[in-house]
């Protein structure tokens, strides 16, 4: 008898066994099917949202083959990001290729990270007969830049350089960013803040730009702060704009890479867009510009339920994208712990 109850507890414990191999099989396998798996980053690769890929404007999950058609037909596009996630730029690179894939002419592509005052440097890099990553990543100085690792972006980086597309240098430059910081929109000539349609947001709009921006900084700063950074986080959307505009002019096809921050419909680069297309400026007509296709990136989070709790404050998820790749989330340091050190240090001084 006590043989039969240690042969029981024995093929129990097989089953138990074979179970657990079976559910972390599933687990793997999910996450190689995944549309744009298998996952680099670390964190919440099982979560149930992880891999969605959704219709903003319907709530309904739409194919990888049905957005990459969209991307196709599309003349413009916006591909958002959270900077350190490695997931997010081979996603980018993979959508470049469908955006470009059929066209006579390769698309500009516009990035973020890289000032305009490296403009220069880019078009004599990109003259060269045969060019990689590493030199563009030289070129334009990223390892000093303050942008995450060039490891991150090089899957990126060498899709648009198999394109052969060329690259606009939208970002905004240090100096730049300081004298904004410091006297606001009036840095700029008032032909700058004409040509980029930079005039006033509408009270309600400024006063959710400010409540991000305060919230983004850990809800450590006053309000009168985050109204100055307003002044430098719409001139980084109007000149992402611009470098799309400029983009367009001369491919007939643009995308930009830039953080979600920037690439929200309602009053990010998007917004200016928008203002270029429908007001002319001293005597010019308007751009006539069409409506890009914005696609966010979002990370999972550990009690999200619904895609509208993956998304900023309480923003509805058709205000601020047409479609939202949901992926695990990148291992980060706390960023709150890091920006309270920096602002205790910042104290002593």
């Known amino acids: 008898m006590h043989g039969v109850h240690e042969q029981v507890r024995h093929d129990f414990r097989l089953h138990l066994a074979f179970a657990f191999l079976c559910l972390m099989a599933a687990g793997v396998l999910a996450a190689t099917k995944a549309p744009f798996g ?11 949202l992880v891999g969605r890929i959704v219709d903003a404007a319907t709530g309904a999950d739409i194919s990888r083959a049905a957005l990459e058609e969209r991307l196709r037909r599309a003349r413009m596009a916006i591909l958002g990001e959270v900077h350190d996630n490695p997931d997010h730029h081979r996603i980018q690179a993979r959508l470049l290729a469908a955006f470009a894939k059929g066209r006579d002419t390769p698309p500009a592509v516009v990035f973020e990270m890289i000032p305009t005052t490296m403009q220069k440097r880019l078009d004599m890099i990109l003259k060269l007969p045969e060019v990689d990553a590493d030199m563009v990543f030289d070129a334009v100085r990223w390892d000093e830049s303050g942008w995450p690792s060039r490891d991150l972006y090089r899957p990126l980086m060498e899709q648009v350089l198999r394109l052969r597309a ?60 985050a109204r100055k950074m307003s002044a430098v986080q719409r001139l980084r959307d109007a000149m992402l704009a611009d470098g799309l505009r400029r983009g367009y002019a001369r491919q007939g096809g643009a995308v930009l890479i830039a953080g979600d921050g920037h690439a929200r419909k309602d009053r990010a680069a998007p917004l200016y867009l928008r203002r270029m297309s429908e007001h002319g400026f001293m005597g010019r007509p308007p751009a006539n510009l069409p409506a890009p296709l914005v696609i966010w990136q979002a990370e999972a989070r550990e009690k999200a339920k619904t895609l509208a709790d993956v998304m900023p404050g309480d923003a509805a998820p058709a205000t601020v994208a047409d479609v939202i790749v949901i992926t695990p989330r990148a291992r980060r340091k706390d960023p709150c712990d890091q920006f309270a050190r920096f602002m205790k240090r910042k104290d002593r001084r």
């Open 166 to 225: 060329p690259i606009i240098a939208a970002g905004l430059p240090r100096d730049l960013v300081k004298k904004v910081a410091r006297r606001g929109l009036s840095a700029l000539s008032r032909m700058k803040i004409g040509l980029l349609r930079l005039g006033p947001l509408p009270p309600d709009m400024q006063a959710a730009l400010e409540k991000e921006i305060v919230k983004s900084h850990c809800d450590m700063i006053p309000r009168e702060a």
């Open 38 to 48: 298998p996952w680099r980053s670390p964190l919440l690769r099982n979560h149930p």
